[in-house]
């Protein structure tokens, strides 16, 4: 056996498997692999030198070309700077130490990057270190939560300085207008425009305040690029640079550096990172499996607290650009004059009600409150309740009300307990004319695109929308059927504060995703605004109709009816039989469409009728407990965690879109053999079991949250070869229907498992 050592927490990690077993003793960060998938990254998804959240986001970047394909790609070995912010459609502060001779700098500004090796390179949560051949210069880098920290060891022969990149395309966006000041012998400030994107509508200013621990020499401004040299005296020395930086103002950067780094010790600081991670992870403890496992797994839950952005200051000042004019917030402060929660940019929510909701509302219910207040700041500064707010604005990313769903299940949970009343009313703006649901993606300047005129008047929202195409994900079956499960949960919230009428109403749109299923086929199917069914429908014709995916991937997406959804179907066990089919039909294709998000269009992955590379259909294998076939829900899902999230190499990871966490909770809650299928929205929400890997898992309860101190899930005569859940019992008492209770959870306690080799019948 082996043992995760937490600093001042401790538990020790049984193996099963003998020749898997760890050399050396590892914290649970050291578990983490930080290159998962980095051969197939984007702008955000990869993450070093962080916090959980953290503001910054420090990290080298080997492409800086568009939000795809760029920031820290495995196979690229060339480093072309360091950036601060690696977050939803927002980047800055590109930073590169340089060596040089006397008089020679000018061909810098132009030709700066540097080879690097993996060989030479060690990266762990909160920390990457790597070394610039071109420069012979050691790099570390660490961060608190706003400033990063930077350990530069300069050769000794040659002049030293960093290069601050302001201006130029870095990732998602455009840097433009960047100025930076020397304020002191060892002190710089500056600013840059963050260029608005077709996603974000508006520019974002960027402010930063920088020390170094060595003298300044000289500023020197390169005119045809406008980016700047800072000459320093680090010959031979090590140096070492504070960066912090703020959304609001300058003198908020500076005090964000004074709150969080008042001091130059970088071990201390990655010292600290270690243990906070440490604490975040370790909430989960797990004892069986592979040393592979117990990585990917841990691996898994730390991209499940990656890439949503803290943009709020360390006083609570943000930036909100919801309306006309840009201005200062300020988030409400508590007794001691703290903040009470953060502002956050995010990719959008579309596809968290499987995700985030579950493992968020199970483990990090503190988080969750966190966003659910934030989301209703936008609110009471913008008038919407946002679903992928980026910069202190709205982006309007993927489609519906996707938010509904989060803050419906941190209600029914009990997370939130205040306002609800309020939360209710803004959620219900998002479903009417006027609110969110009604605009298609990127939809920033009308509202024709999310055809919700046509769901409200004809029961479905027609492909094509007549009046043309005013955004993205124009499909009218998926929009139809996503409008459809956020009615359904919002309905929920109206019942528990007893709006008998509002639910009623909103019970009744719940059941427009009929008006779009062909029995004809037998598969959900477009249909024009006369109501004439899409001619010549192939369901694995890839968004024709459906939103990243196809018709045989979508027609499932009924997570708040599938009862009324198999009826439609002929019954139960037609409807078993065509989602069996379409499971071992997608097995062939390790149930993804290709190894990345660029290759769900390609001819032959986009026909895969399952795809867990993508959201639209992450539900499908707890489908089946729905249609009284536990046995193929413990069957399928242990066998889509084997194909697609068991990989531990850069090459693989998540066969397509992780998105901010969302595929890494989705694999930690398939391990765990945990799921909700309607996002935990329904009063004293069920959690779902399904096939868990490990032999123990150890849910830490939150004492702010939860009565009980843990939660174990405990499997006996579990392997690789036994699927099957023989019984389950909570507590000494038999579970029935293959579900928990919210209220049971949160008492705490141990659910037992017996695992076999063969199915119950």
């Not at 500076?254 to 071990?267: I, Q, R, S, V």
């Not at 609110?435 to 009308?446: D, F, L, P, S, V």
């Not at 919230?493 to 909103?506: R, V």
Request: aromatic residues 12%; contains cysteine.
């Amino acid at each position: 056996m082996f043992c995760l050592i937490l600093g001042t927490l401790g538990s020790c990690v049984k193996v099963i498997k003998s020749e898997d077993k760890p050399k050396d003793q590892k914290s649970f960060s050291d578990m983490v692999y930080p290159t998962l998938d980095t051969e197939n990254s984007r702008w955000f998804f990869f993450s070093s030198a962080s916090r959980p959240f953290g503001m910054v986001n420090l990290s080298p970047d080997t492409q800086v070309e568009g939000a795809w394909g760029s920031g820290y790609r495995h196979k690229v070995d060339t480093v072309k700077g360091f950036s601060h912010i690696h977050a939803w459609q927002l980047s800055g502060l590109s930073v590169m130490p340089v060596t040089f001779e006397d008089g020679n700098t000018q061909e810098l500004f132009g030709d700066f990057a540097s080879k690097f090796s993996h060989e030479t390179e060690k990266i762990t949560p909160g920390f990457h270190s790597l070394e610039l051949d071109r420069y012979d210069i050691n790099v570390a880098l660490t961060s608190t939560k706003r400033v990063g920290f930077h350990q530069y060891d300069f050769p000794s022969d040659r002049k030293s300085g960093i290069l601050f990149n302001l201006n130029g395309t870095l990732g998602p966006n455009d840097n433009l207008e960047g100025i930076l000041t020397q304020v002191d012998p060892r002190t710089l400030s500056g600013e840059l425009t963050i260029q608005k994107t077709t996603r974000r509508p508006k520019a974002v200013r960027l402010f930063f305040y920088v020390q170094l621990n060595q003298d300044i020499l000289q500023v020197e401004k390169d005119e045809t690029t406008g980016n700047f040299l800072v000459h320093t005296d680090s010959e031979g020395k090590e140096t070492l640079m504070k960066a912090a930086i703020s959304y609001t103002s300058l003198a908020n950067a500076k005090a964000n550096l004074e709150a969080e780094l008042t001091h130059w010790d970088f071990e201390k600081v990655v010292a600290d990172s270690k243990t906070e991670w440490n604490q975040m992870l370790g909430r989960i403890k797990i004892e069986g499996g592979t040393e592979k496992e117990q990585r990917r797994f841990y691996t898994d839950l730390w991209h499940a607290l990656q890439g949503r952005r803290v943009i709020s200051d360390f006083g609570g000042a943000y930036p909100d650009y919801t309306g006309a004019q840009f201005r200062i917030g300020q988030l409400p402060l508590d007794e001691e004059g703290r903040p009470k929660f953060n502002q956050y940019n995010s990719d959008s929510f579309w596809g968290a009600q499987w995700t985030l909701n579950t493992l968020w509302g199970l483990v990090y219910p503190d988080i969750m409150e966190e966003f659910v207040h934030s989301m209703m700041q936008y609110y009471k500064d913008g008038g919407l309740v946002p679903r992928g707010p980026s910069g202190g604005n709205y982006t309007y990313v993927m489609t519906g009300a996707s938010s509904t769903p989060f803050l419906v299940t941190a209600i029914q949970k009990g997370i939130v307990t205040e306002d609800l009343e309020a939360i209710y009313q803004a959620l219900k703006k998002n479903h009417m004319p006027g609110g969110i649901m009604e605009k298609a993606g990127y939809e920033h300047n009308t509202k024709m695109g999310g055809g919700l005129r046509y769901y409200l008047d004809k029961g479905y929202v027609p492909y094509p929308i007549p009046e043309g195409r005013f955004g993205g994900h124009q499909n009218g079956s998926s929009l139809t059927m996503e409008y459809s499960y956020q009615d359904w949960t919002l309905a929920q919230l109206a019942a528990k504060l007893g709006h008998k009428e509002d639910y009623e109403y909103f019970m009744a749109r719940s059941a427009n995703y009929k008006n779009v299923f062909d029995k004809t086929t037998g598969w959900m199917r477009p249909k024009n605004v006369d109501g004439v069914w899409f001619e010549d429908f192939d369901p694995y014709e890839y968004e024709h109709g459906f939103i990243e995916s196809n018709g045989a991937q979508s027609t499932w997406f009924v997570p708040h009816d599938l009862p009324g959804l198999a009826q439609l179907m002929g019954g139960d066990e037609k409807a078993v039989e065509k989602l069996n089919v379409q499971f071992q039909t997608a097995e062939k294709q390790n149930f993804a469409s290709g190894n990345s998000h660029a290759q769900e269009l390609h001819p032959e992955y986009r026909r895969v009728p399952i795809n867990y590379g993508n959201q639209p259909s992450i539900q499908t294998a707890f489908v089946f407990n729905h249609l009284n076939r536990p046995d193929l829900t413990q069957y399928w899902s242990r066998k889509v965690v084997n194909a697609v999230f068991s990989g531990l190499s850069p090459a693989t990871g998540y066969f397509g879109d992780e998105d901010q966490g969302l595929m890494g909770s989705l694999a930690v809650l398939m391990k765990m053999g945990i799921f909700q299928m309607n996002g935990g929205t329904e009063e004293n929400p069920a959690y779902e079991i399904g096939s868990p890997i490990f032999d123990k898992i150890t849910i830490q309860l939150q004492p702010e949250y939860h009565s009980g101190e843990t939660f174990v899930i405990k499997t006996n005569n579990n392997g690789p070869d036994r699927f099957y859940v023989k019984s389950a019992v909570l507590n000494g008492t038999p579970v029935t229907g293959y579900k928990v209770r919210q209220d049971a959870f949160s008492k705490g306690g141990e659910l037992v498992l017996e695992m076999a080799p063969t199915a119950d019948k």
